[in-house]
């Protein structure tokens, strides 16, 4: 079970970015994937987690409409589209899974992480 996350970078205020969440090892279709982020001296939080039926839960409260979870089961992959960024968006970015149809908040309950890529939100 192996995922990747790529598509972080350096952003102005006010903008988007789309990132991906790649998966290899295993079949996306049955299985919710979470996205986290992990800002410097923060802890890691939830952002939002989608779940094999296309349902999103979304778990951060920071996400307020700007943040939308999409997967292509035809890639095996995940995206999450990040719109009206703020610089207080700046963290390291990861999608994880536990290889089961449930959300969990608590990302100690996830075995499996991307890598994470960087997104800085400034001018």
């Known amino acids: 079970v192996q995922l990747q996350a790529s598509g972080g970078g350096l952003v102005q205020p006010g903008g988007s970015l789309r990132l991906s969440c790649a998966a290899s090892?295993?079949?996306?279709?049955?299985?919710?994937i979470h996205w986290f982020r992990q800002a410097p001296g923060k802890e890691r939080e939830g952002i939002l987690c989608l779940r094999p039926n296309d349902g999103s839960e979304y778990h951060g409260d920071f996400v307020e409409g700007r943040f939308t979870g999409s997967r292509d089961n035809a890639k095996n992959t995940v995206y999450l589209e990040m719109n009206n960024l703020r610089r207080e968006d700046t963290a390291v970015y990861y999608c994880?899974?536990?290889?089961?149809?449930?959300?969990?908040?608590?990302?100690?309950?996830?075995?499996?992480w991307g890598q994470g890529t960087q997104v800085t939100v400034s001018s």
């Open positions: 994880a899974t536990d290889v089961r149809p449930d959300c969990y908040k608590d990302p100690g309950l996830y075995d499996y």
């Open positions: 090892g295993f079949t996306l279709d049955y299985y919710a």
